[in-house]
């Protein structure tokens, strides 16, 4: 048995309980009444997949059929993933130990592209061709992906069976019933993947064939087995009905969010014109304030959690933010719950807020302006302007708080090096605001926190035809901007620049990429997103030898009737809204959000809805 492997050699590396399972929470089934099995992986350390949400949704999803059993797994660490290959240890699952090799779904979800190279090697760990056209006609090791990475899947089309577009929570149990009806019947791999394409949500790359110019763009997309010439993504309509867990899985070590959290909003109505999750999560639907309380209860009372989190993209874009709080603060008081928010709106940042705030959170207070000056602001739709961020800083500072971090961008479109120093001078006018202030906190000075990360133009938004700064013009604003700032009172932070050229590359580009990854893969890329492990040099080689160069997907500004890889591919918001809205870029004009005006994406009106009154 492989428990008796596995156990032999936990004690051989760090944090064995990644490895073992049997965690409170975790489901264990009888495998002899179970009909079709679910492997969720998670390409990455089970310290980062525990903290994931959608995969707490979709395994207790799952595992409320009881024919169906969804079970964990993991990316191994390197130390844990060499006595895996030097004793004959496959890639197995939490609940069961057993290989995902024997399961029928093999599921991977797609949180980042720095990941993609961990799917190869998970598959390679578990016996599994990591090409589809390696693959037994049997059906069988169905090898699927859903999350955010596969709005643009064509640089992974190779290695997956097929990819769930949109929410997951209704179109996954459809997937599997179709399935466990033709495998009754004695299907192939090929029939199941025929009917398959005919759920709304599912796309099956091999159906699809793309031609290309001598330019190497795109020349078209043509359809084959009768796939439909548009796929669809999913949208769960009714929010505050969605399936939502009473119970999580409790880790034995600590993970990166070790708390329980609750959704409280799904979609955006910002419209920030570089965000693809503000985009590709529409429509804006928010759950009711009493669903929020009622789950949060129940959520921390059986998982014996201490800390509880609001998730969303923007918690306090709730309309009912204010009593929610208020009730939730009360109750978590009550029982010694800390309760954590992400990241505060600059322009509905009140004293009303922060008094709430204050009573749950003691540390500093975070803000993403995104840009220093008003000019570029404006260009990427921030919707916010320097009065807003300086009293939003005052009512911090004198509420108690005396750090502030700032999150900014940049290699923005439009961006100018006077955007740059503009960060300093931001900065500056907050440090002298803190010292002007007579209710400023006594005995404490100011301290602001700047992360700059480099601006990745991503798929599905206003921005995805623009062009990526060089790696020169990226270090040249990076040290621009640490020549500028006060060093005393500023601290700075910002992210390799070869790590998000690399990421602009695998968001936006096509199948040619696919033998890319897999030579990466072969040259020993993995844990790309690790600084640690990340091997940019390689990558370099993998592009050279398979003849694709970096610079076409990440450095050229696309034309807008340019074909684009995920063109065939449907989120609900059409393309020329984006052309409209990179026009208004380059013309520095804001759109509303969508409480305010609508700004005529047509994601409610695809659906049948309507926007905001």
């Given at each position: 048995m492989l428990r008796e492997k596995i156990e032999k050699h936990l004690l051989d590396v760090q944090k064995p309980s990644r490895y073992i399972g049997g965690e409170v929470g975790s489901i264990i089934k009888d495998k002899s009444k179970i009909d079709v099995r679910f492997a969720f992986c998670f390409p990455d350390t089970y310290d980062i997949g525990m903290s994931h949400l959608g995969m707490k949704i979709l395994y207790s999803l799952t595992n409320e059929r009881e024919n169906y059993w969804c079970e964990r797994c993991f990316a191994p660490s390197e130390d844990f993933e060499k006595i895996m290959r030097e004793n004959d240890i496959p890639l197995y699952a939490l609940e069961s130990l057993d290989p995902i090799k024997d399961f029928d779904f093999i599921g991977f979800t797609m949180q980042y592209e720095l990941s993609?190279?961990?799917?190869?090697?998970?598959?390679?760990?578990?016996?599994?061709?990591?090409?589809?056209?390696?693959?037994?006609?049997?059906?069988?090791?169905?090898?699927?992906?859903?999350?955010?990475?596969?709005?643009?899947?064509?640089?992974?089309?190779?290695?997956?069976?097929?990819?769930?577009?949109?929410?997951?929570?209704?179109?996954?149990?459809?997937?599997?019933?179709?399935?466990?009806?033709?495998?009754?019947?004695?299907?192939?791999?090929?029939?199941?993947?025929?009917?398959?394409?005919?759920?709304?949500?599912?796309?099956?790359?091999?159906?699809?064939?793309?031609?290309?110019?001598?330019?190497?763009?795109?020349?078209?997309?043509?359809?084959?087995?009768?796939?439909?010439?548009?796929?669809?993504?999913?949208?769960?309509?009714?929010?505050?009905?969605?399936?939502?867990?009473?119970?999580?899985?409790?880790?034995?070590?600590?993970?990166?969010?070790?708390?329980?959290?609750?959704?409280?909003?799904?979609?955006?109505?910002?419209?920030?014109?570089?965000?693809?999750?503000?985009?590709?999560?529409?429509?804006?639907?928010?759950?009711?304030?009493?669903?929020?309380?009622?789950?949060?209860?129940?959520?921390?009372?059986?998982?014996?959690?201490?800390?509880?989190?609001?998730?969303?993209?923007?918690?306090?874009?709730?309309?009912?933010?204010?009593?929610?709080?208020?009730?939730?603060?009360?109750?978590?008081?009550?029982?010694?719950?800390?309760?954590?928010?992400?990241?505060?709106?600059?322009?509905?940042?009140?004293?009303?807020?922060?008094?709430?705030?204050?009573?749950?959170?003691?540390?500093?207070?975070?803000?993403?302006?995104?840009?220093?000056?008003?000019?570029?602001?404006?260009?990427?739709?921030?919707?916010?302007?320097?009065?807003?961020?300086?009293?939003?800083?005052?009512?911090?500072?004198?509420?108690?708080?005396?750090?502030?971090?700032?999150?900014?961008?940049?290699?923005?479109?439009?961006?100018?090096?006077?955007?740059?120093?503009?960060?300093?001078?931001?900065s500056q006018r907050i440090i002298d605001l803190f010292y002007s202030l007579p209710n400023k906190p006594k005995g404490r000075g100011v301290q602001i926190s700047i992360s700059c990360a480099t601006f990745v133009p991503k798929p599905f938004t206003p921005f995805q035809f623009e062009a990526q700064d060089t790696r020169e013009m990226i270090e040249h604003k990076q040290k621009l901007l640490l020549d500028s700032v006060n060093r005393k009172r500023v601290k700075v932070s910002y992210h390799d620049a070869n790590v998000s050229i690399l990421e602009a590359v695998l968001a936006k580009g096509d199948r040619r990429l696919c033998n890319v990854i897999y030579t990466a893969w072969k040259k020993g890329c993995k844990f790309d997103s690790w600084g640690e492990y990340f091997q940019f040099e390689k990558w370099v080689e993998a592009f050279n030898e398979c003849n694709v160069d970096m610079s076409f997907y990440a450095n050229r500004k696309i034309p807008y009737d340019e074909i684009l890889a995920w063109e065939h591919l449907d989120y609900y918001i059409s393309k020329e809204f984006f052309v409209r809205e990179n026009r208004k870029a380059h013309e520095f004009t804001t759109t509303p959000h969508c409480r305010l005006k609508c700004s005529g994406c047509g994601v409610n009106k695809e659906i049948g809805g309507k926007c905001f009154d």
């Open positions: 993609y190279t961990n799917v190869l090697n998970m598959l390679d760990l578990a016996g599994i061709p990591v090409f589809t056209r390696d693959r037994t006609e049997e059906l069988t090791q169905i090898v699927v992906a859903g999350g955010p990475c596969v709005c643009n899947p064509e640089p992974l089309a190779d290695f997956f069976d097929l990819f769930i577009l949109g929410e997951g929570e209704e179109v996954n149990l459809e997937l599997m019933d179709l399935y466990h009806k033709m495998k009754k019947q004695g299907a192939s791999r090929k029939d199941f993947l025929r009917e398959a394409c005919k759920i709304e949500g599912i796309y099956v790359p091999e159906f699809y064939k793309f031609s290309y110019k001598p330019d190497g763009t795109i020349e078209k997309v043509e359809t084959t087995n009768n796939a439909p010439e548009i796929v669809k993504k999913r949208i769960i309509k009714d929010f505050d009905k969605v399936y939502y867990p009473d119970n999580f899985v409790v880790p034995f070590t600590e993970i990166v969010h070790d708390r329980v959290s609750v959704e409280v909003l799904r979609g955006c109505l910002r419209g920030c014109r570089f965000c693809q999750a503000g985009f590709i999560y529409r429509p804006f639907r928010e759950k009711k304030s009493g669903t929020i309380v009622e789950q949060t209860k129940c959520l921390c009372e059986n998982t014996g959690y201490d800390e509880v989190s609001l998730a969303s993209l923007s918690t306090s874009d709730h309309s009912e933010i204010s009593p929610i709080l208020s009730e939730l603060i009360e109750y978590t008081a009550d029982e010694k719950i800390t309760l954590s928010l992400p990241s505060l709106r600059v322009d509905n940042f009140s004293e009303e807020l922060l008094e709430k705030i204050k009573k749950v959170r003691k540390s500093g207070l975070t803000f993403a302006p995104e840009a220093a000056t008003q000019r570029l602001r404006d260009a990427i739709n921030k919707n916010v302007s320097e009065e807003e961020i300086m009293n939003t800083c005052r009512i911090a500072f004198e509420g108690g708080y005396s750090s502030v971090k700032l999150y900014f961008m940049m290699g923005l479109p439009t961006e100018t090096d006077e955007d740059i120093i503009g960060i300093a001078e931001l």
